[in-house]
């Protein structure tokens, strides 16, 4: 599957969207919150509050993903880039799922976006140099 990061000064109402919120967030910024109905926030808040590290939103046009970023109280920055590059492999898998093709990423903790990324790439990678196409594998027929 192929999948499109854009940077954007700004992103579409309907679009699916990637927040990186800070550790200890316990309610949505209004940036990350705008087109959610009350029932959605309460949700994203619940799930906060319940310590859950990927969030996912299906809002059928479009989705949203919430990923906690790690403190940095706690451990170095490095474990913690390390830490968001881990949430974009399991991101990733859940994208894949859903048929994600164009994602925006909107990082609310200035650094979280970058290690995020990498996650994705790396998880999304693959080498096809050596691999044969499919007519290789079938059996010749054969024409009398």
Same mark, same amino acid.
């Given at each position: 599957?192929?999948?499109? @990061? ?77 830490? @968001? ?22 990082? @609310? ?36």
């Amino acid at each position: 599957m192929s999948l499109e @990061l854009a940077h954007a000064a700004d992103f579409p109402s309907i679009a699916d969207t990637v927040f990186i919120v800070p550790a200890g967030t316990t309610e949505l910024p209004i940036s990350a919150a705008a087109d959610l109905p009350e029932a959605a926030r309460r949700y994203v808040a619940d799930q906060l509050a319940a310590d859950s590290k990927l969030i996912h939103l299906n809002q059928y046009s479009h989705h949203h993903y919430y990923i906690v970023a790690p403190s940095t109280d706690k451990i170095t920055t490095h474990l913690a880039a390390e830490a @968001l590059r881990k949430s974009g492999h399991q991101l990733y898998a859940q994208l894949k799922a859903d048929k994600v093709r164009q994602l925006y990423v909107v990082d @609310l903790t200035e650094t979280g976006a970058l290690p995020l990324a990498e996650g994705l790439a790396l998880t999304a990678y693959q080498f096809e140099g050596y691999k044969t196409d499919e007519k290789s594998h079938k059996a010749p027929t054969s024409r009398s």
